[in-house]
């Protein structure tokens, strides 16, 4: 699902429960993914350097936006780095990436002494440890 | 009628509470969520026991046991900690965001944060202040993205970092907010001892995303949750984030903060958030992904 705020797009991936925050540019390559279109052709439709199209696509993958996101070479060209060092902030791609908390991990970090603990459970507070049973119990 | 039990609901959601004694009814009773009402009402509902063992007091939710071998501070600790997360994950009317919430100047300042990043201790230093008080748990969201109050009375962690101990805030002659407040600022920061305050201010969807990772509902209902934060950033909020040291020490920069959160234009802000990852040019050339 998709949510415009202030010129940014948040997305929300239910299957991973990821939520992300394309900023201007990054939202524009990813709304040009279509699945079809090469990166050249995203580059010259979003009007912006096919290499930073290239990046940015990457990590529209990595961050599970494309559901067929091509391998990106490894190793950085660091001449075209360093043609791209007069490039403003505002023109680069920028991809913020969050994992949904589930209810208890919005609220605590850690698991009180005599609570019962386990893998579906944040750690136990400093202090104690999951103690092993039928169910643990941070002891 | 059962005389060691209490039932009731609160934001919608049932619950009841069966103990073994009367001494820890009364204790209970201090520990149920703000605004709950008696009665059987309110779906879904849980069921909880909290009673005497040979090795301390025990808590079961149902089938399921919470904690035992509990002092009674730990026991309510842990029904009171179970129950707001049930009431919270279940709440129709509201997205519940765990924070710290106080009023200045018809606006909310709300600072997200888990147990222990010390939202109680800056949601208090913020009242001596002047501020007016909305929750130290949980940022209540309606539809419309505006905040209500959870104000119930506020926990402090005894010295040491033992159990939690009750204080009214009237006892801290603050004052209680009753009325919905749109939201005015955001603040994401943690204790850290010697820390400086620097803040950073954070983009509107950085925002929303800090919102949510502090956000109970997030899993369960996410078309919800994604829309209902978008609106609340959506008016004239400011969000930043900074690590802090002593509460006192961070008060005025957050009056200040939640007081000019329409234009911004006296906060001393830093730079731009760290966290953000920057596209960086790469050789060759494919064909893109399709979006999901």
Redesign the interface.
């Known amino acids: 699902?998709a949510?415009?705020?202030?010129g940014?797009?948040?997305?929300?991936?239910?299957a991973t429960?990821q939520?992300s925050?394309?900023?201007g540019p990054?939202a524009r390559i990813?709304?040009?993914?279509?699945?079809?279109?090469?990166?050249?052709a995203?580059a010259a439709g979003a009007e912006m350097?096919?290499?930073?199209?290239?990046?940015?696509?990457?990590?529209?993958?990595e961050a599970?936006?494309?559901?067929?996101?091509?391998?990106?070479?490894a190793?950085?060209?660091l001449r075209?780095?360093r043609?791209?060092v007069g490039v403003g902030?505002a023109a680069?791609?920028?991809?913020?990436l969050?994992t949904?908390?589930?209810?208890?991990a919005?609220?605590?970090?850690?698991t009180?002494?005599?609570?019962?603990c386990g893998p579906q459970e944040p750690p136990c507070c400093?202090g104690s440890t999951c103690q092993p049973g039928p169910?643990g119990?941070c002891? | 009628m059962n005389k060691l039990r209490v039932s009731g609901s609160a934001f919608g959601v049932g619950f009841s509470v069966q103990v073994d004694t009367p001494g820890l009814l009364a204790e209970v009773r201090r520990r149920l969520p703000p605004t709950w009402r008696p009665g059987a009402g309110g779906q879904p509902r849980r069921r909880y026991a909290v009673m005497h063992a040979a090795d301390?007091l025990r808590v079961d939710a149902g089938d399921?046991?919470?904690?035992?071998?509990?002092?009674h501070a730990?026991?309510m600790?842990?029904l009171e900690?179970d129950l707001q997360?049930f009431v919270?994950?279940h709440a129709r009317a509201f997205v519940f965001?765990?924070a710290g919430v106080v009023g200045v100047g018809g606006r909310a300042l709300v600072i997200p944060g888990?147990?222990?990043a010390g939202k109680t201790t800056l949601v208090s230093a913020l009242l001596r202040a002047g501020a007016i008080y909305y929750s130290d748990e949980y940022a209540l969201l309606d539809a419309r993205g505006r905040v209500h109050p959870y104000a119930r009375a506020l926990s402090v962690r005894a010295a040491g970092?033992g159990s939690k101990v009750r204080v009214p805030v009237d006892r801290t002659r603050g004052r209680t907010g009753r009325t919905p407040l749109p939201l005015g600022a955001v603040v994401l920061t943690e204790y850290c001892k010697g820390g400086r305050w620097k803040p950073v201010r954070m983009?509107?969807?950085?925002v929303?995303?800090g919102l949510?990772?502090?956000?109970?509902?997030?899993?369960?209902r996410?078309?919800e949750v994604?829309?209902t934060l978008?609106r609340a950033?959506?008016g004239a909020t400011l969000g930043v984030r900074s690590v802090r040291g002593a509460a006192g020490g961070v008060v005025r920069a957050l009056l200040t903060l939640a007081g000019g959160g329409r234009s911004g234009a006296r906060l001393p802000l830093h730079g731009?958030p760290a966290?953000?990852?920057?596209?960086?040019?790469?050789?060759?050339?494919?064909?893109?992904?399709?979006?999901?």
């Open positions: 699902m949510q415009e705020v202030d940014e797009t948040l997305l929300y991936v239910e429960h939520a925050c394309l900023n990054a990813w709304a040009l993914c279509d699945g079809e279109r090469t990166v050249e995203i350097d096919p290499d930073v199209v290239q990046q940015a696509v990457k990590q529209l993958g599970g936006l494309l559901e067929n996101a091509a391998e990106a070479p190793g950085v060209d075209r780095r043609m791209l902030l680069i791609p920028i991809i913020l969050v949904a908390p589930t209810a208890r919005a609220t605590s970090q850690c009180p002494p005599g609570s019962i400093t169910t119990t002891l | 301390g399921e046991t919470l904690g035992r071998g509990l002092s730990g026991a600790d842990v900690s997360l919270a994950q965001v765990h888990t147990s222990g970092g983009t509107r969807g950085e929303v995303l949510l990772s502090h956000t109970v509902p997030a899993r369960e996410p078309r994604m829309a978008a950033v959506g731009h966290r953000v990852r920057p596209a960086a040019p790469a050789p060759g050339r494919r064909g893109s992904g399709s979006r999901r």
